[in-house]
Nanobody, 125 residues
């Protein structure tokens, strides 16, 4: 599966962005999906994940209550709605996919086999 992330940009603190991850090559419903981010000088970290059917979601503590992950399997697209953005949310955001049983949401980056190219999110204070 090929993944294409988009929707990043520059936003002021307190603002919002919606990231999209479009999949091609395979049916998205076969994959659990995750969003990760990597800030300069830091390791890539898990942000949010969603199971194949969308019935299970998982979030990093740092984004709970502010970010929301969703998917539209008919459109082969996964979304990350990011609200109340903070300067510390600044990073390159990556979407990732893996084939796992439904209800499973992998969190370690090593749990994902397929990665998009990343989209930059910059939050100014």
């Amino acid at each position: 599966v090929q993944l294409q992330a988009s929707g990043g940009g520059l936003v002021q603190a307190g603002g919002f962005l919606r990231l999209s991850c479009a999949a091609s090559g395979h049916t998205l419903s076969n994959y659990a999906m995750g969003w990760f981010r990597q800030a300069p000088g830091k390791e890539r970290e898990f942000v949010a994940g969603i199971s194949r059917s969308g019935g299970s979601r998982s979030y990093a503590d740092s984004v709970k209550g502010r970010f929301y992950i969703s998917r539209d399997n008919a459109k082969n697209t996964v979304f990350l709605q990011m609200n109340s953005l903070k300067p510390e949310d600044t990073a390159v955001y990556y979407c990732a996919a893996d084939i796992v049983p439904d209800s499973v949401v992998p969190q370690p980056a090593s749990g994902y086999d397929y990665w998009g190219q990343g989209t930059l999110v910059t939050v100014s204070s």
